[in-house]
């Protein structure tokens, strides 16, 4: 028999072995994968065709849609997206920010910064205050770089104003006269306004109100170290009421009698003036109230607060004494000198905190952590040889002698 013969033979049977059934199964062509991939591409290649064709406003609007959708998404579902992690249990504080439309790149930067640095993982909320609305693209903007929420509010007029009782003749005339001796912001009226609502309004905005502790930052700021902490944590379990990381002097031109004006307060109302105080910071000599004073202050362009201090009547009283001498017009009183010496006399020394492990700049100067560990951790990036801390210009020295050096609030690393 050939073997011709025998196949056909063998094929004949009703008998299929399983590898020739899977066989022909594999070469048989899938007739409807084939029809799906082909009507496949044809649709891609009309939806690119009709995309290609679509007018550029068309295009625009799908994409704003697609935006609104995104922004409408509920902020902690966002959040969740981007973050693994629980939130850590947060204090009742806010940071703060006062800023003008035209300061969004400044106002940007400094949030990136302080948000890389601490707050993307705490997400404490963003306030920010102006003395005008915030246009749609400083709010989009903002509200894209925050962890957490954010608030928008606008400076009540009659805070952000000449105040009634200033002769605004006289006081033109003197800042003419600062201007021409090369004072900074000699001339300014925009400055004045915010040197007054920062020294005795900010912590009284109704977005503010419901806050407990303020964290300020400035447009245009760096920050040179992680803060693995919570600072407003430290400053609520350590009974902290102001916290600072830069002390200088004010430059005398600008308060010639704000230093006056205080003594007179002082002497008015003994009751409020703290028996344990700092006076011995900003006054020479142990001479107390009666001394002059040395011009040191607290750089307030970082500060880190309790806003129930502002809000106490001792504070409240000082800075209705200082508005109706007129000196934040008549002359150009900073917050920075009312603020620290209101902290200076009005508080125990103790509770006033230097943050000797933050890494801070706001031009022209900067300063750094002493401490070693904090650069060979990774923790800082910065120049401890240009730091302000021991230049001869710094007041830090001086407190110091006074209070003895912070270790830095590096010691205090509670669990969560």
Known sequence: MAFGDTFEDESSRDFDSPFLKYKRQRSKPNRLKIVAVIVAFLAFGLCLLLWSTTPEKVKKHDQLKLQQKVSQEPLQRRRKKMYCEPDPPKQNATLVMLVRNFEIDDALSSMRQIEDRFNRRFRYTWTFLNDE????????????????????????????????????????????????????????????????????FFFRHPLLLKYDYYWRVEPGIEFYCDLNYDPFKFMKDNHKAYGFVIAMPEYPKTIPSLWDATQRFAAKYPKYIDKNNAIEFIVDGNKGIEGEYNMCHFWSNFEIGDLNFWRSEAYLKYFEWLDEEGGFYYERWGDAPVHSIAAALLLPRDRIHHFADIGYKHTPWMRCPSDDESYISGRCLCNRQESFDEHVYSCLPRWFQLAGRSPGSQAYRPSF
Request: with cysteine; aromatic share 12%; proline share 3%.
């Open 133 to 200: 609305e915030f246009t749609e693209e400083f709010i989009q903007l903002t509200s894209g770089m925050a962890s957490g929420d954010t608030e928008y509010g606008i400076v009540p007029k009659e805070e952000w104003t000449w105040p009634e009782l200033i002769d605004r003749t006289k006081a033109r005339s003197n800042m003419r006269k600062m201007e021409e001796d090369g004072v900074i912001y000699g001339g300014s009226v925009t400055y004045r306004h915010m040197c007054r609502y920062n020294s005795g």
